[in-house]
T-cell receptor, first 115, second 114 residues
Framework: DTGVSQDPRHKITKRGQNVTFRCDPISEHNRLYWYRQTLGQGPEFLTYFQNEAQLEKSRLLSDRFSAERPKGSFSTLEIQRTEQGDSAMYLC?????????????FGPGTRLTVT | KQEVTQIPAALSVPEGENLVLNCSFTDSAIYNLQWFRQDPGKGLTSLLLIQSSQREQTSGRLNASLDKSSGRSTLYIAASQPGDSATYLCAGYILTGGGNKLTFGTGTQLKVEL
């Protein structure tokens, strides 16, 4: 297993368009997380899945954002009607219980630029 | 409000120097703490996870400590090398929604010069 993967790595879109990102977690990791990181800041939590159930959503996740994990494996994050303020790095992480903790492992991220 | 603070925001040192990066947190709900490295434009690489029952963890030239009572963690890097140049982030685990989430500091940008 090669770790968490994300696709695409970079996305440039025009304001008002919809975009969708994909995250493939480490095999058999039952927990999956999305974070957003803007320039010069630490990542901020967006949402979290346990298997296919979305158990928490941050207030940062406006109505234009939706995330799914339909079969408890990969996840998608969709942003509708993108705005320039959505420009950021979107990071995915996954975890499973091991050695007494749910340690999170991060993917390479998807950098979104909204023009 | 949950807050994680990292000092200094930026640090430049000559190669070979030992250095300490600081992380403080105000929320007692933070139970585990993890240090990450981030290279420009890249994702996060996990360095060390310190569980609440532990006081420190070591990996190679890295040593991280955790003092929950004072809300502090430090990352010690021995014999720094130019390849250590990156942004270092600390993040605390908080229980939420039947699981957990990470709350991050803003990072320390480290430059190790030849």
């Amino acid at each position: 297993d090669t770790g968490v993967s994300q696709d695409p790595r970079h996305k440039i879109t025009k304001r008002g368009q919809n975009v969708t990102f994909r995250c493939d977690p480490i095999s058999e990791h039952n927990r999956l997380y999305w974070y957003r990181q803007t320039l010069g800041q630490g990542p901020e939590f967006l949402t979290y899945f346990q298997n296919e159930a979305q158990l928490e959503k941050s207030r940062l996740l406006s109505d234009r954002f939706s995330a799914e994990r339909p079969k408890g494996s990969f996840s998608t994050l969709e942003i509708q009607r993108t705005e320039q303020g959505d420009s950021a790095m979107y990071l995915c992480a996954s975890s499973a219980w091991a050695a007494g903790a749910y340690e999170q492992y991060f993917g390479p991220g998807t950098r979104l630029t909204v023009t | 409000k949950q807050e994680v603070t990292q000092i200094p925001a930026a640090l430049s040192v000559p190669e070979g120097e030992n250095l300490v990066l600081n992380c403080s947190f105000t929320d007692s709900a933070i139970y585990n703490l993890q240090w990450f490295r981030q290279d420009p434009g890249k994702g996060l690489t996990s360095l060390l996870l310190i569980q609440s029952s532990q006081r420190e963890q070591t990996s190679g030239r890295l040593n991280a400590s955790l003092d929950k009572s004072s809300g502090r963690s430090t990352l010690y890097i021995a014999a720094s090398q130019p390849g250590d140049s990156a942004t270092y982030l600390c993040a605390g685990y908080i229980l939420t929604g039947g699981g957990n989430k990470l709350t991050f500091g803003t990072g320390t940008q480290l430059k190790v010069e030849l």
